[in-house]
């Protein structure tokens, strides 16, 4: 089975432009979970889903982050305008079910430059 | 969630026993042992978890204290392929910890051939 796919897994752009990440949930997982990782900050968790609707959002950095689950088997997270401290790796992880197993099933990470 | 400590590294021969110790001394009774690993440039990868008892599974053991204030996570064979950030998190299910594994700064875990 194919796991959690996230895309793009590099990118770079200039400050003020939006971002856009993507990821595919593990067919038949219910929960979704968007990460991000610095150097100074580790492994935060940003936001999470339940069957489609955002739970917890209060790791959202500010207001130009967003993120969307526009189907069960989809998400995206978007940053508008983008800052140069915005450069991190940003994972996507998804859950079976709806109970909160701890298990969590990560991507391989967008690495995400604001220059 | 409970405060874990592990060593910030360790080192192990290949085709040892790696064994990473995680001191939790303020667990709570609700609260569950969590281990994760991180190899460079990849996601975290789940390894294995537990609340009181020992657990066992395809790729490490979880030895629990009777008191539960600490553990052990145990590479029975280490290989080259398990050098890695080894996390250790304690955190209770549901409720406000819904999913939210804070991971701290593990330990680095370096196997030689």
């Known amino acids: 089975d194919a796991g959690v796919i996230q895309s793009p897994r590099h990118e770079v752009t200039e400050m003020g432009q939006e971002v856009t990440l993507r990821c595919k949930l593990i067919?038949?997982?219910?929960?979704l979970f968007w990460y991000r990782q610095t150097m100074m900050r580790g492994l935060e968790l940003l936001i999470y889903?339940?069957?489609?609707?955002?739970?917890?959002d209060s790791g959202m950095p500010e207001d130009r982050f967003s993120a969307k689950m526009p189907n069960a088997s989809f998400s995206t997270l978007k940053i508008q305008p983008s800052e140069p401290r915005d450069s991190a790796v940003y994972f996507c992880?998804?859950?079976?079910?709806?109970?909160?197993?701890?298990?969590?099933?990560f991507g391989e990470g967008s690495r995400l430059t604001v220059l | 969630d409970a405060k874990t400590t592990q060593p910030p590294s360790m080192d192990c021969a290949e085709g040892r026993a790696a064994n990473l110790p995680c001191n939790h001394s303020?667990?709570?009774?609700?609260?569950?042992v969590y281990w994760y690993r991180q190899i460079h440039s990849q996601g975290p990868q789940y390894i294995i978890h537990?609340?009181?008892n020992n657990e066992t599974n395809e790729m490490a053991s979880l030895i629990i204290t009777e008191d539960r204030k600490s553990s052990t996570l145990i590479l029975p064979h280490a290989t080259l392929r398990d050098t890695a950030v080894y996390y250790c998190?304690?955190?209770?299910?549901?409720?406000?910890?819904?999913?939210?594994?804070?991971f701290g700064q593990g330990t680095i875990l370096t196997v030689h051939p």
């Open positions: 067919s038949g997982h219910n929960s």
């Open positions: 537990g609340l009181k």
């Open positions: 998190i304690v955190r209770a299910r549901g409720g406000t910890s819904y999913g939210k594994l804070t």
């Open positions: 889903f339940n069957n489609n609707v955002p739970i917890d």
């Open positions: 992880a998804s859950s079976r079910g709806t109970g909160d197993t701890g298990e969590l099933f």
């Open positions: 303020t667990i709570s009774g609700n609260e569950y």
